[in-house]
């Protein structure tokens, strides 16, 4: 995996880290936004609890998801991935085996939509892009 030359530097991680509670301040739209250019339809329907892509575009005009809070985590982890190792590593970590979840991949532990694997999967994605 190639990473920013950021990713190597102790201070980046952590202004990554302190920005990440910023999700619970931005509206939902913008968070649908920033996930779809950083890991694609697809994958924000499932964070968002829906298996259509056709429920997306909605979100990001103002409606309200069924699972904002998934959202929400879904953002944290992407926005670290993408940041210290690059998008791409993001799309590959979210549909991956992850040895933190019995090899699960991440986005099917989102689908709990329970606090403890909200909080799993973005302590998972700062061990993935902090190693």
């Not at 739209?29 to 429920?55: C, K, P």
């Amino acid at each position: 995996m190639i990473r920013e030359e950021a990713a190597l530097d102790g201070t980046a991680v952590e202004r990554v880290l302190a920005h990440i509670d910023e999700a619970d301040g931005m509206p939902i739209s913008e968070i649908v936004t920033d996930l779809v250019s950083w890991i694609g339809l697809g994958l924000t329907a499932m964070a968002g609890g829906v298996q259509e892509t056709r429920f997306v575009r909605p979100w990001i005009q103002g409606k309200t998801p069924r699972r904002p809070a998934s959202l929400r985590a879904a953002w944290r982890a992407a926005y670290i991935i993408k940041t210290l190792c690059g998008s791409e590593a993001a799309k590959a970590w979210f549909t991956g085996q992850a040895r933190d979840f019995d090899f699960e991949a991440p986005i099917i532990r989102l689908e709990s939509n329970t606090a403890d694997a909200r909080t799993a999967v973005v302590r998972s994605a700062v061990r993935f892009a902090t190693r």
